[in-house]
């Protein structure tokens, strides 16, 4: 709330100009997940916060007014050098592979004529289960009614259900210490599957019901990818096999994570896949090297942040944009205006002391 009534400030006493101007040779990749049709959408909502195809519209239709979008092949010879550095770029990206990213973001990227990459997860392609979180999501919001306490390996998670915001943020601490549990997420998806089942057994509610229709959280099938490889506005990059963190991974189950996505994706839209994304940030000097000598030619991270020429291309930054949030606050994070603000802050409060 207090962001956004800074951002409002800045944005209208036009303070945001000067740092796009200081800015204006970085470029901010977009990290977007699934964009829904409110009115289309199964008779349910994620808590996770998925953008409308409508607030995806409102949006690129207020960025491009300030930015040029470029895909994410044109930003990589900017950041490599291997061609002149450019004013006002952004590149956007999905993660996930969501169907709705073909149903709902793709025409709205086409009417704008907005380049993107999409990063799907192979496993998830034969549309038989669903991601585990989304899974969770649905069973917390089906099977319970009051605030109750879950037992997950022993530690106790309080599922307040109170208010929307308080329950998402009751699953967002759960699906934390869930992973923080994990070193391997193969070992994750077994152990969690029968955390939620517990969950489902409750009302009988599972999202497996229903997901062959789910508009929220189906895959995109083998077909959906070849269809939104088709257009030439889109590109697939891999997000591994499995949806799995490789950074605790040894190297020769990075290797098959990496190939087996790689070559599978290249088989089936009949191009070379030369990006690529790490499942929830997941990354160290290590996978970026592996991810390099697999032939790959960028890697995304999760990392808050922006690009310049010179930067390591297999850990470029991205800015989250899961949520809706006002015009003013979404400029004032894209041009870093929030950043020399906290800065500057910051600079006050120690001179102060
Ligand atoms: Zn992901």
């Not at 191009?271 to 000097?285: A, I, K, L």
Request: net charge negative.
């Amino acid at each position: 709330m207090l962001r956004s009534v800074i951002s409002t400030v800045l944005y209208w006493s036009g303070f945001f100009y000067i740092s796009h101007w200081l800015n204006r040779y970085e470029i901010p990749i977009l990290a977007l997940h699934g964009v829904i049709d409110t009115e289309d959408n199964t008779g349910w909502l994620p808590l996770r916060s998925f953008l409308s195809k409508e607030q995806l519209d409102k949006h690129i239709t207020f960025l491009t007014k300030y930015y040029n979008f470029i895909s994410l092949d044109e930003a990589h010879d900017i950041i490599s050098g291997r061609v002149p550095k450019r004013k006002y770029c952004m590149v956007i990206t999905f993660d996930d592979g969501y169907l709705n990213n073909l149903n709902y973001a793709a025409p709205v990227l086409a009417k704008h004529d907005v380049p993107a990459t999409f990063f799907p997860t192979i496993v998830y392609q034969n549309q038989q289960q669903p991601f585990w979180f989304d899974r969770l999501d649905y069973a917390v919001q089906h099977n319970i009614d009051e605030s109750t306490t879950l037992v997950f390996d022993g530690d106790q998670f309080e599922i307040d259900t109170t208010d929307k915001q308080v329950f998402k943020e009751s699953l967002v601490k759960l699906v934390g210490a869930i992973l923080g549990k994990y070193t391997n997420d193969l070992d994750l998806t077994r152990d969690v599957e029968v955390f939620i089942k517990g969950i489902e057994e409750r009302k009988g509610r599972s999202l497996l019901d229903i997901y062959q229709n789910d508009k929220c959280c189906l895959a995109m099938s083998a077909s959906d990818i070849n269809s939104l490889a088709a257009d030439p506005l889109f590109t697939i990059g891999s997000h591994t096999y499995d949806h799995i963190r490789i950074g605790p991974l040894d190297d020769n189950e990075v290797l098959e994570q990496l190939q087996s996505s790689k070559q599978m994706l290249e088989e089936l839209i009949g191009r070379s896949v030369n990006h690529f994304c790490y499942p929830c940030g997941s990354y160290n000097e290590r996978t970026m090297q592996l991810v390099q000598e697999c032939g790959f030619s960028t890697g995304m991270t999760s990392d808050d942040g922006t690009n310049v020429p010179g930067d390591n291309l297999f850990s470029l930054r991205r800015r989250s944009l899961s949520k809706d949030i006002p015009l003013a606050e979404l400029l004032c994070i894209t041009t870093g205006t929030l950043d020399i603000y906290e800065k500057l802050k910051k600079m006050i409060r120690q001179l102060g002391r």
